[in-house]
């Protein structure tokens, strides 16, 4: 697979803070990021972490402990990113959607010490701070200015706020012995099937991931890359914020994603280079054609999966698709880049360098090129990976047997050694002998002129069995009849594909990274089956004859 850049990063150097020093002394007063019409240079980048890693220190924060961070998209999170990273701390970013019980577990779970917050989220711990006694301080930041007395008087715990923080008069590097292979990151996936799984990332992993992002897709210095996805998710981390560092490129942060403002805001910063996740391409399809789609500087365009509207998608806009396949469970697995044959654009690409991947059966034995399996990776470079799972032994062995990374995922080979990805294991639909892949399943419904947004999924019906059912997002003005879903998916998928329960929704329940929350519609569906429109009650014959 070939490189188009070379950074030339030795293992030793691939710590978090040593990469914002050098970039800073290679840099200086560059713009590294842009926000809301605030711009910080690479220097600032430096010297601002430098000053926060000292105030951090002097209230008590030593290295290996655990720090979380309830947070929105703001600089100020990248910058204490890096200073918690200066002084070997370990960042455990949270959801800023968990409350309650899922909160105390995050925070619990990861034996965090201290507690980094905005000023708005910060209430959601005082609800249950008397359930996390390892919380012995709190940082709050309120971005109006001073922290309210009254709010830190609410909190136990030891509040320091933000803004003392930032005012250390500190800015030379702290001098903490940071080791690539020290833990940098617990990043949490979700918990669908199970307890939320904290993730042990070490500084190498992170470094050299985002490294590769910048080596196998190219970006150079007058890149501008873009992310309106959370900071306290990987994709936005380890694919845009760290690859703009290391690109000596420019990042733009957005607080959140806005169908509405998004090509704006691209239009506005001179924007490269994005990465959309899930519906977030569908719903930026679905946006009225205009003559201004053509009107922007984007090169680059990382759509995880690939859909199949990738071809149309480029025309429209003007921009090449790549895309990759990662796990925050291990890390990077391959690079779709902008040099590979057209042809295999509906794949994930290629193995990035150490990377070895197998496609196994359910017994773990290889398969066939071309033959669907269970996507399982390795890693032949030592701390490219993450370190399996916190305090989850168990689950760390299980996901890791045979000397194989299990993913979960599904998918196959070709002979040239491209992945395709199939389906989500846990999503796959199996249906009187057939396996089916809901993916497929929504990338055809997609190809519909009234759908903006679908999930395909698994219920039992009265033979204890799965059968397929489909919620669907119509597009703004437009509405569809069951009956016509069911003819558009005879027309254009095999007989046993074609869903028996179909269901209109406003909307479907996603993530903050704007993965479809499956389970959720499933738990909704399920009780209520008899009320659902179900072809086999309309009276619709599907089989092998009709189709």
Not at 14 to 34: M, P, Q, S, W, Y
Not at 275 to 287: D, E, F, T, V, Y
Not at 422 to 428: F, I, L, Q, S
Request: aromatic share 8%; with cysteine; proline share 5%.
């Amino acid at each position: 697979m070939e490189k188009l850049r070379n950074l030339g990063l030795a293992l030793e150097q691939c710590t978090i803070g040593n990469a914002v020093r050098l970039k800073a002394e290679k840099n200086g007063d560059k713009t590294f990021l842009r926000f809301e019409g605030k711009s910080f240079s690479y220097r600032e980048a430096h010297e601002l972490s430098n000053r926060l890693a000292h105030a951090l220190a002097d209230i008590g924060l030593r290295k290996g402990q655990h720090v979380a961070f309830l947070m929105d998209n703001k600089p100020e999170i990248l910058w204490l990113y890096f200073a918690a990273a200066k002084l070997g701390a370990v960042c455990v970013p949270v959801n800023t959607a968990a409350k309650g019980e899922l909160l105390v577990y995050y925070l619990t779970q990861s034996d965090s010490v201290m507690l980094i917050a905005d000023v708005g989220l910060a209430s959601r711990f005082a609800t249950v701070e008397a359930q996390c006694p390892n919380i012995r301080k709190a940082v709050i930041l309120d971005e109006k200015g001073r922290l309210d007395p009254a709010l830190a008087g609410s909190l136990a715990c030891e509040v320091h706020d933000y803004q003392d923080l930032i005012g250390n008069s500190s800015t030379g590097m702290p001098q903490v012995e940071v080791n690539y292979y020290d833990l940098a990151f617990l990043l949490y996936t979700s918990g669908t099937t199970g307890p939320s799984k904290g993730n042990m990332e070490p500084h190498a992993m992170m470094i050299r991931g985002s490294a590769d992002h910048v080596e196998y897709f190219g970006y150079q210095p007058d890149d501008v890359l873009y992310t309106c996805l959370p900071l306290f998710h990987g994709n936005a981390l380890n694919t845009c914020a760290v690859p703009a560092l290391l690109a000596d490129a420019t990042l733009v942060v957005s607080r959140r994603f806005s169908a509405r403002a998004f090509w704006d805001e691209v239009r506005a910063e001179g924007v490269t280079q994005f990465n959309l996740l899930g519906a977030m391409a569908n719903i930026i399809r679905s946006q009225p054609p205009s003559e201004r789609d053509r009107d922007n500087k984007v090169r680059m365009c990382m759509m995880v999966p690939v859909p199949d509207f990738a071809a149309e998608f480029e025309q429209r806009f003007g921009l090449k698709i790549t895309s990759v396949y990662a796990l925050t469970d291990f890390g990077g697995v391959t690079f779709l880049g902008p040099t590979h044959p057209p042809e295999k654009w509906k794949s994930a690409g290629q193995p990035r360098e150490g990377v070895t991947i197998a496609i196994l059966d359910d017994c773990d034995r290889s398969v066939p090129a071309g033959t669907p399996g269970e996507i399982c990776v390795r890693s032949d470079i030592p701390w490219m990976a993450a370190q399996g799972y916190y305090k989850m032994p168990d689950a760390t062995v299980q996901a890791r047997r045979n000397l194989w990374f299990h993913t979960g995922d599904r998918g196959l080979l070709d002979e040239d050694g491209f992945l395709y990805f199939v389906d989500r294991k846990k999503d796959a639909i199996r249906r009187r002998g057939e396996n089916i892949s809901s993916y497929e399943i929504e990338q055809i419904l997609l190809r519909h002129p009234a759908v903006e947004d679908v999930a395909a999924y698994a219920v039992n019906s009265e033979m204890s069995e799965d059968e397929v059912m489909v919620s669907i997002v119509c597009r703004s003005g437009q509405s569809l009849e069951p009956a016509e879903v069911i003819r558009f998916c005879q027309e254009n998928m095999a007989y046993f594909m074609v869903p028996r329960y179909v269901e209109f929704v406003p909307l479907l329940p996603r993530t903050m990274t704007e993965k479809v929350e499956k389970y959720k519609l499933k738990q909704a569906a399920q009780p209520r089956l008899k009320q659902i429109w179900d072809r086999e009650a309309a009276g619709i014959v599907v089989n092998r004859h009709t189709n």
